[in-house]
């Protein structure tokens, strides 16, 4: 139903589908000004992690917990950051003695693996999906490493982290987060955007009447169908150039026409 109700949105539109946004740089996300705090915490974590263990210990968790709804961005939000701070994918080509940082997905075959070589390295690790125990984090042989791992931390290198992701619990498969998890964590939460933050979002695609008209659709589109979330506002709005103007939705309908910026 989501992946219908883009391409109707699409083709009333006029404008071709793009393919799915690459991180850029922060100052080029789609953040509203509201959660900008969220960077600047991540960051400060993250600068942290750099200084001996011996200075910082008692004052930082070394595993951040975003937690936030689906299609937020939140996987985008930390992708960004470490690239923003000149982290390189431990898969991509990076120069000599730069920083890396790992990923680990549903698909990834060895958590404990990829986590042992980051903190012997000093890289960063992240991790989506934190909370579905059937991923790759899922189990009690990955909670007792981790413990091992965090309480010694004779085998972490300083710049060690992990940067990990989680939906609100309640949705599907998501647990609710441990008093273990809470415990050695940083815990944090991606706050749902509010009609004002959508508006702030739109108004950098779109005339201010049009983003109006563009975000009051959004919230109809999602109460007629709760497959519609965040994810879907900004791939439908992302495309718009900010050269279209005059924009109508109604009924599920748009009208776009080019005009001056």
């Known amino acids: 139903q989501r992946a219908k109700f883009i391409t109707e949105i699409y083709t009333t539109m006029g404008v071709a ?18 959660h900008q705090s969220l960077i600047a915490v991540i960051k400060e974590d993250l600068a942290l992690a750099q200084e001996p263990r011996g200075l910082v210990e008692s004052k930082i968790k070394l595993i951040v917990l975003l937690e936030g709804s689906s299609g937020i961005g ?12 000149n982290y390189y ?12 940082y ?7 075959k060895d958590a404990i693996a990829i986590i042992k070589q980051a903190a012997a390295e000093g890289a960063v ?8 125990s059937e991923g790759a984090r899922g189990g009690k042989r990955f909670e007792e490493f981790l413990n091992t791992l965090l309480d010694q931390a004779t085998d972490i290198k300083p710049g060690f982290m992990i940067l990990a992701s989680q939906n609100s619990a ?3 498969g998501r647990s609710s987060s441990s008093k273990a998890d809470l415990n050695r964590t940083h815990f944090l939460t991606y706050n ?7 508006l702030e979002i739109a108004n950098r695609y779109l005339d201010s009447a049009s983003a109006r008209i563009f975000v009051k659709d959004f919230y109809a589109a999602r109460a007629a169908n709760p497959a519609i979330n965040y994810r879907t506002f900004f791939e439908t709005l992302a495309p718009q150039p900010k050269s279209m103007r ?16």
């Open 102 to 108: 790992y990923e680990i997905t549903g698909k990834s």
């Open 170 to 172: 309640g949705d599907l």
């Open 125 to 132: 690790v992240v991790i989506d999906e934190w909370n579905v």
């Open 89 to 100: 994918l431990s898969s991509a080509a990076a120069p000599v003695n730069s920083k890396i």
């Open 246 to 261: 005059e924009t109508k939705l109604g009924g599920g309908a748009a009208v776009l026409t080019s005009g001056a910026p």
């Open 17 to 34: 589908r793009r393919e799915a946004r690459g991180v850029g740089e922060i100052k080029d996300l789609d953040i509203p000004s509201s």
């Open 192 to 198: 749902d955007y509010s009609e004002k933050d959508l």
């Open 74 to 85: 939140k996987s985008t939000l930390l992708r960004a950051i470490l690239k923003d701070a």
